[in-house]
């Protein structure tokens, strides 16, 4: 046999996703929106404020992520609860509306009880009995995402979340995505991220993180970001990160 041929074999035999030399994968990191549906919040501002509900939404999730990367830019930290309050607040006074602390709680507490996709549970499953460790690393608080894992079933299939307040740093600061290897107690070459955020599925790159972009809105790749490992609409793209 040739030796074009024996490598042709034996990169055949490699797992989907596994470039020959790379170690397989062992655990993977999820952001919670990869997992946990970020629409619902637009849901409840819409029953909310239903002529301007959708404008609230839009300009709140992304008046948050700004905050938080000023925030980490600035080497200040206020937490999701608190950063989401005050971004709230903003947005609703830029759109010209009155909120109730009845209702700025509402909507807050959306994040403790988003939905899961529908294709999370199954996936999960079959990761988990691939032999991968799962957790969540996010920039939601450990109390938001614990909500939200009960709300959907998910204790039995991840690990405890993995939230900034631990090291008091929004991602995508290295500090933040260096909680995984401390938590699994393994190097980053053994740690798959997967992010919702293309920002943070350069963020896990640039830390050196094997990455997939979980694209569930269809949106476009951030402008500095080198291809993700694998990349898709929904969770297969973290199957095809791990081998799976």
């Known amino acids: 046999m040739s030796r074009r041929s024996a490598l042709g074999l034996a990169m055949a035999a490699l797992p989907a996703g596994l470039k020959a030399g790379e170690p397989r994968l062992r655990a993977l990191a999820f952001d919670g929106f990869t997992i946990f549906d970020v629409r619902a919040v637009t849901a409840v501002a819409v029953a909310l404020f239903p002529a301007q509900g959708v404008a609230l939404a839009a300009q709140w999730t992304a008046k948050i992520f700004a905050l938080s990367w000023l925030e980490t830019a600035a080497g200040r930290y206020s937490g999701f609860a608190a950063l989401a309050d005050a971004a709230l607040?903003?947005?609703a006074a830029n759109l010209g509306l009155s909120l109730s602390e009845t209702q700025r709680r509402e909507l807050i507490s959306v994040f403790a009880h988003l939905p899961a996709w529908p294709d999370a549970g199954e996936r999960l499953e079959k990761m988990r009995?691939?032999?991968l460790r799962l957790t969540f690393l996010s920039n939601l608080s450990e109390a938001m995402l614990e909500g939200a894992m009960r709300a959907n079933g998910l204790h039995g299939l991840m690990e405890p979340p993995l939230s900034t307040d631990r090291v008091r740093v929004f991602k995508p600061a290295p500090q933040a995505y260096a909680m995984a290897c401390e938590h699994f107690a393994m190097p980053r070459e053994a740690i798959g991220f997967v992010a919702f955020?293309?920002?943070d599925a350069l963020g896990a790159k640039w830390f050196g993180y094997r990455t997939a972009w979980i694209n569930?809105?269809?949106?476009a790749a951030e402008?500095?970001?080198p291809p993700a490992d694998?990349?898709?609409?929904d969770l297969g793209a973290a199957m095809?990160?791990?081998?799976i």
Do not use: I, Y
């Open 129 to 131: 009995q691939a032999g």
């Open 223 to 225: 402008p500095l970001m």
């Open 240 to 243: 095809r990160l791990a081998g």
């Open 197 to 199: 955020g293309g920002w």
């Open 89 to 91: 607040g903003f947005c």
């Open 230 to 233: 694998a990349t898709g609409p």
């Open 216 to 219: 569930r809105l269809g949106v």
